[in-house]
């Protein structure tokens, strides 16, 4: 799965070539002392987001969820909210929307900047705070939400409405999943499991297509 920001421009079919050969051929490793060896015979590169539509259109044994048949040929926006970044995809159909696809690092750690001396915490500590729901986060979670709502709403408007699919994903999206359901009113379908979305989904697909 490759990043949204890595497909775009000329160099996407050197980064593709790279990751092809990176992939491509034996592998071997240590595990407990005892050898371990697999070999790759072919790589198939697709996009994360690819990776999030499939997820949600197929299920676990790779068949079409029915009601879900076309969603690769609808017009759909896609928000994935990670550790470091917010990114946002408008597709009609398979292409790609340009005016409504942007990122900015307003992912989950920026938390952080919001926490009262979280300048003095790791990573690691606001993420334990962020998940035991300590007293000091829950402010700091407000403020951020409030970032990435506004950069959502400054970046596709009300243009929302035209579009019959909204996706978000991310471990970020189940903090903001209350929000981001207000927001689109109703109408945004957090992934199944939001942090492994593109991985289940790249596995469907592979399932899908090969058996």
């Not at 690092?105 to 938390?111: C, D, F, N, Q, T």
């Not at 300048?119 to 403020?143: C, E, F, M, P």
Request: proline content about 3%.
């Amino acid at each position: 799965g490759i990043p949204q920001e890595a497909m775009k421009g000329d160099s996407f079919k050197d980064t593709k070539k790279k990751v092809v050969k990176w992939l491509s051929g034996d592998h071997s490793w240590q595990c407990d002392d005892n050898p371990q060896f697999f070999q790759v015979g072919k790589v198939e590169v697709a996009g994360q987001p690819q990776g999030v539509i499939m997820d949600y259109m197929l299920d676990d044994t790779g068949r079409v969820i029915s009601g879900r048949e076309g969603v690769t040929r609808m017009d759909k926006l896609l928000i994935t909210v990670g550790f470091n970044t917010v990114e946002l995809l408008g597709m009609s159909g398979k292409s790609v929307v340009p005016n409504l696809t942007d990122g900015r690092a307003l992912g989950v750690h920026r938390v952080r900047a919001h926490m009262r001396n979280g300048q003095h915490l790791t990573y690691g500590q606001v993420d334990t705070k962020i998940r035991n729901s300590t007293r000091d986060t829950k402010g700091a979670i407000k403020a951020w939400e409030g970032e990435v709502l506004g950069y959502i709403r400054d970046t596709w408007g009300n243009q929302w409405h035209n579009y019959p699919i909204i996706i978000a994903s991310g471990g970020g999206a189940v903090l903001l999943n209350g929000s981001l359901s207000g927001m689109f009113a109703g109408k945004c379908q957090i992934a199944d499991d939001p942090v492994q979305a593109v991985a289940r989904g790249l596995y469907k697909m592979g399932v899908f297509k090969h058996g």
